[in-house]
């Protein structure tokens, strides 16, 4: 395990605190997820400044986010997916999304917390789509509202790092 020097001006009392915030929100776990190595040679990508909100406590798609591509190679690689926007929920909300893979499949990580009431500020999420079988897919970006009050989206970049 690194230790990180312990700086005077801040101490590591507020790093213990962080690490308790965390352990509070999040188990930690000796696995991870998925683990592997990803070989992407194309990457096709998506912009967009349409504004979208939502209050559906299930997910829906967010506008322009919908990416083609064809999965080269000759058996099952994974496939990247990197995501950011301006985003906000109303008081009391928390924005959850996710990358999904043909209409049926959560890249992961899935259903995550992406912003709570807070102002809106640029949000970021990388997911990883692994065993991607070799054709022809799609991914959507979705999001929905925890508990029903609106949710909103603005300016957003969707990135698919993937063979060709």
């Not at 001006?9 to 683990?35: N, Q, T």
């Not at 990580?109 to 692994?130: K, R």
Request: hydrophobic residues 40%; charged residues 10%; proline residues 6%.
């Amino acid at each position: 395990m690194k230790t990180l020097p312990c700086n005077s001006r801040f101490g590591m009392a507020p790093l213990a605190g962080a690490v308790l915030l965390l352990w509070g929100l999040s188990p930690l776990s000796a696995e991870p997820l998925a683990a592997g190595t990803c070989v992407a040679t194309a990457t096709k990508y998506k912009v967009s400044a349409l504004l979208h909100q939502t209050n559906s406590t299930t997910f829906v798609e967010v506008a322009e986010t919908t990416i083609a591509f064809t999965q080269g190679g000759s058996s099952k690689s994974c496939v990247i997916v990197s995501f950011s926007a301006q985003a906000t929920a109303e008081q009391n909300t928390v924005m959850y999304v996710r990358a999904r893979l043909d209409g049926n499949t959560d890249c992961l990580p899935n259903d995550n917390l992406f912003v709570g009431p807070s102002p809106t500020a640029d949000h970021a999420m990388n997911y990883v789509c692994p065993n991607v079988a070799p054709g022809n897919h799609s991914i959507k970006i979705q999001f929905r509202s925890n508990s029903g009050p609106t949710v909103h989206m603005n300016r957003r970049t969707t990135l698919v790092h993937y063979v060709k």
